[in-house]
């Protein structure tokens, strides 16, 4: 089996089509694709800057501005992360997103730095991925057990 495409959902970056129309768009204003400007302006701003482009949602512009030299402090939501936040209620079981989870989540974490929300990310993401799983989690096992607000739901008999 192949790599799964991108679960940036509804935006199709998984396709090369939107890749190859988003560089360049990019190219066109920066040829020599230097993002550095973004480091200069809000987060909020850069985050929608690189939002415009085809195929780019919350989860690859906090990426870009988190993971890279830049060093911004925004979060990575992806499906791990979402679940677990979700699971501990610290962001709405009704958010399906990281577009929708991100803003309300984010509110609490202003002071944090960029190297606490990778970190944080890095955490909750390998959580998700080894105890915290979308089926059927292993709630006995998950460190975060007492704090979870649906860990009953899930235990294992």
């Known amino acids: 089996m192949g790599a799964k495409p991108s679960q940036d959902k509804g935006k199709g970056f998984g396709r090369p089509q939107p890749l190859r129309q988003t560089l360049q768009r990019i190219a066109a204003k920066h040829p020599d694709f230097d993002l550095h400007f973004l480091g200069n302006e809000p987060v909020a701003?850069?985050?929608?800057?690189?939002?415009r482009?085809?195929?780019?949602?919350?989860?690859?512009s906090a990426a870009t501005l988190n993971f890279s030299t830049l060093q911004r402090p925004a979060l990575v939501i992806d499906a791990h992360v979402l679940r677990v936040l979700q699971r501990l209620g610290l962001v709405s079981l009704k958010a399906t997103s990281a577009e929708e989870a991100y803003d309300p989540f984010m509110a609490n974490l202003a002071a944090w730095t960029a190297s606490d929300l990778s970190e944080l990310h890095c955490l909750i993401k390998r959580?998700?991925?080894e105890t915290c799983h979308a089926g059927r989690p292993d709630c006995r096992g998950c460190p975060l057990e007492?704090?979870?607000?649906?860990?009953g739901l899930h235990r294992r008999l």
């Open 45 to 51: 701003k850069a985050l929608a800057w690189l939002e």
């Open 53 to 60: 482009f085809p195929g780019v949602g919350r989860k690859v």
């Open 146 to 151: 007492a704090q979870c607000k649906t860990g």
């Open 127 to 129: 959580l998700g991925q």
